[in-house]
């Protein structure tokens, strides 16, 4: 219920309004707004209109170390879908942005723990209504501010392949649990790479497809315009079933213009990439925080798609590179006008507004200190751009945008796919507790260059695993077409069926251990053959000397 305010009130609004009020003044704003706050307390005795839940479900638990070794799950639960459909059987990871009703949600921010959704994201009933079961929730890093896998009010989240490094980010906990084979399929989303990044990271595929082509309805946003979800998955197959389920539009979702009718991705995979051409964007590699040795085992896994057959050249799109400073302005003023001072949401747009969450965030700034540093410092800057230059720069990167969608669809008119690292290096060390707010703000944002272009050009891109470095996963990035997955998932097939990705792109290095081993074969043969003939010549000696003693002569075995 809103309360009628008091003369206080209304000079305290005035004074943030740049209102100078006399008494007679407020006296006549009450008088005009009474009827204005009765239209709001009726509003206020209506129910709300929201989606029904249909599936049976528990609040779940919370998981211990012992079954949650690389801090993956915030809470662990089980919530069956229907008896039959394609996912029947399938367990699903549910990133901790995205709502579930009954289920503890608190995006990786300790100001939105204790919150329980009333509604399920569209995302999570059409799985549901597939068969699958969703098993838990995953921990995200704070409000998905961070491309790492420490920001997260839980504690960091681990990297499957090596404790004590990044999962990528903010979808780590997806990442992991499909990694690590504690769930078939996971939910993620991708404001700026944080679908593809922890894919990445974690040796899985991760498609952030065409924007507005999977419903955004019931996940807390950052940024409507660049606002993805995802399929996350350990095989090709799952990943395009798992997409041709969730995606269409539901009716709520203002993201879904232009977004076209059921697709059967998962139907649309064999042929292959023989005749296929590939645009291999040159500055996508060694950009300044570069690895060498990422960059080479991407340019390798190029030459697989040779070898099928595909036309591979290289290309320059230069204005690749502006793309993080683009991205800037939007995802800035974006998280602090939209799911700061918006309260989760913003204002302008048809949508559905869950309004328990906007209650849960509003006044955050009494629990500001809170949030992560990464939070803190863009909500700063966000603030700070807002008050000495309004949104201009948020116009007119949006208006230059339109200038590097035109640069890529300037070569996707001339090739099927683009290609690139999906990440300039392999995972990073977490930073120590205790670290500086450099390091740990530096370890969020440093692996976004490739990335955060295609949430703004809205261009599907999914990372596919191709090799390791020092041990832990590399990813390399296909770009499509917009609403073109299906050409993306051809060639992702293509890859991932010529051969095992984790032992296809280490073939000098399983040539030496080869070499190595045979060395080691012969010499144990040559320690055997000597230990077995000092062991006849003792056995031979002896029954010599047995002879000897009877007047008989010794013979030189001839292998001996």
């Given amino acids: 219920?809103?309360?009628?305010?008091?003369?206080?009130?209304?000079?305290?609004?005035?004074?943030?309004?740049?209102?100078?009020?006399?008494?007679?003044?407020?006296?006549?704003?009450?008088?005009?707004?009474?009827?204005?706050?009765?239209?709001?307390?009726?509003?206020?005795?209506?129910?709300?209109?929201?989606?029904?839940?249909?599936?049976?479900?528990?609040?779940?638990?919370?998981?211990?170390?012992?079954?949650?070794?690389?801090?993956?799950?915030?809470?662990?639960?089980?919530?069956?879908?229907?008896?039959?459909?394609?996912?029947?059987?399938?367990?699903?990871?549910?990133?901790?942005?995205?709502?579930?009703?009954?289920?503890?949600?608190?995006?990786?921010?300790?100001?939105?723990?204790?919150?329980?959704?009333?509604?399920?994201?569209?995302?999570?009933?059409?799985?549901?209504?597939?068969?699958?079961?969703?098993?838990?929730?995953?921990?995200?890093?704070?409000?998905?501010?961070?491309?790492?896998?420490?920001?997260?009010?839980?504690?960091?989240?681990?990297?499957?392949?090596?404790?004590?490094?990044?999962?990528?980010?903010?979808?780590?906990?997806?990442?992991?649990t499909v990694s690590l084979g504690e769930a078939d399929i996971a939910l993620g989303g991708d404001q700026g790479g944080s679908i593809r990044m922890p894919s990445s990271w974690c040796g899985i595929y991760g498609m952030k497809p065409t924007h507005g082509l999977v419903p955004y309805t019931g996940i807390m946003p950052i940024e409507i315009y660049v606002d993805h979800t995802g399929p996350m998955t350990a095989t090709v197959t799952d990943n395009a079933l798992m997409l041709e389920i969730i995606a269409g539009p539901d009716g709520y979702d203002p993201r879904q213009y232009g977004t076209p009718k059921?697709?059967?991705?998962?139907?649309?995979?064999?042929?292959?990439?023989?005749?296929?051409?590939?645009?291999?964007?040159?500055?996508?590699?060694?950009?300044?925080?570069?690895?060498?040795?990422?960059?080479?085992?991407?340019?390798?896994?190029?030459?697989?798609?040779?070898?099928?057959?595909?036309?591979?050249?290289?290309?320059?799109?230069?204005?690749?590179?502006?793309?993080?400073?683009?991205?800037?302005?939007?995802?800035?003023?974006?998280?602090?006008?939209?799911?700061?001072?918006?309260?989760?949401?913003?204002?302008?747009?048809?949508?559905?507004?869950v309004t328990s969450m906007i209650d849960k965030l509003h006044g955050w700034q009494l629990r500001a200190n809170e949030l992560s540093e990464t939070t803190k410092v863009l909500t700063t800057l966000g603030v700070y751009i807002k008050k000495y230059h309004g949104s201009h720069y948020y116009g007119k990167a949006m208006n230059i945008t339109k200038r590097l969608i035109e640069a890529y669809d300037a070569e996707l008119a001339k090739y099927d796919l683009l290609l690139m690292p999906t990440m300039p290096m392999k995972s990073q060390p977490l930073p120590a507790p205790g670290c500086s707010r450099e390091e740990y703000f530096v370890r969020a944002l440093e692996m976004i260059g490739n990335t955060c272009p295609f949430d703004i050009t809205h261009h599907p891109a999914m990372t596919v695993p191709c090799g390791f470095v020092d041990g832990l996963p590399i990813g390399m990035m296909l770009i499509g077409k917009h609403h073109d997955e299906a050409t993306i998932y051809r060639a992702a097939y293509a890859f991932e069926q010529s051969g095992d990705w984790k032992k296809m792109c280490s073939r000098a290095r399983r040539g030496r251990q080869r070499k190595e081993e045979r060395g080691k074969k012969k010499e144990e043969r040559r320690k055997r053959r000597i230990l077995v003939r000092f062991i006849l010549f003792d056995l031979i000696f002896s029954w010599q000397s047995a002879i000897n003693k009877k007047g008989c002569t010794f013979v030189r075995p001839f292998f001996i």
Wanted: hydrophobic share 35%; with cysteine.
């Fill in 1 to 176: 219920m809103v309360q009628y305010p008091t003369p206080e009130q209304i000079w305290d609004a005035a004074e943030e309004v740049g209102l100078a009020l006399t008494e007679d003044d407020v006296k006549s704003y009450l008088g005009l707004i009474k009827p204005n706050i009765d239209a709001y307390n009726m509003v206020d005795t209506m129910p709300d209109y929201l989606p029904a839940v249909k599936y049976p479900r528990t609040p779940g638990y919370f998981p211990g170390p012992s079954e949650n070794t690389r801090n993956a799950w915030y809470v662990r639960t089980s919530i069956k879908g229907a008896s039959s459909g394609p996912l029947k059987g399938k367990k699903v990871a549910v990133k901790d942005n995205v709502m579930v009703a009954g289920v503890p949600m608190m995006n990786g921010n300790s100001i939105l723990e204790g919150y329980v959704p009333d509604i399920d994201a569209t995302v999570v009933a059409r799985l549901l209504d597939a068969g699958a079961e969703i098993i838990g929730k995953t921990h995200c890093e704070s409000y998905c501010i961070s491309g790492g896998s420490h920001t997260g009010a839980k504690g960091a989240v681990h990297n499957p392949y090596k404790m004590g490094y990044s999962a990528g980010g903010s979808s780590s906990g997806s990442g992991v």
């Fill in 262 to 353: 059921k697709v059967k991705y998962s139907k649309m995979l064999e042929g292959g990439v023989k005749g296929m051409k590939i645009g291999i964007v040159k500055e996508g590699f060694g950009r300044p925080e570069s690895e060498a040795a990422s960059d080479a085992k991407v340019r390798k896994a190029v030459e697989l798609y040779k070898k099928l057959g595909a036309t591979v050249e290289e290309i320059s799109i230069p204005a690749h590179l502006i793309g993080p400073a683009l991205w800037t302005p939007i995802g800035v003023e974006g998280i602090t006008q939209t799911m700061m001072f918006g309260d989760g949401y913003g204002l302008s747009r048809p949508d559905l507004y």
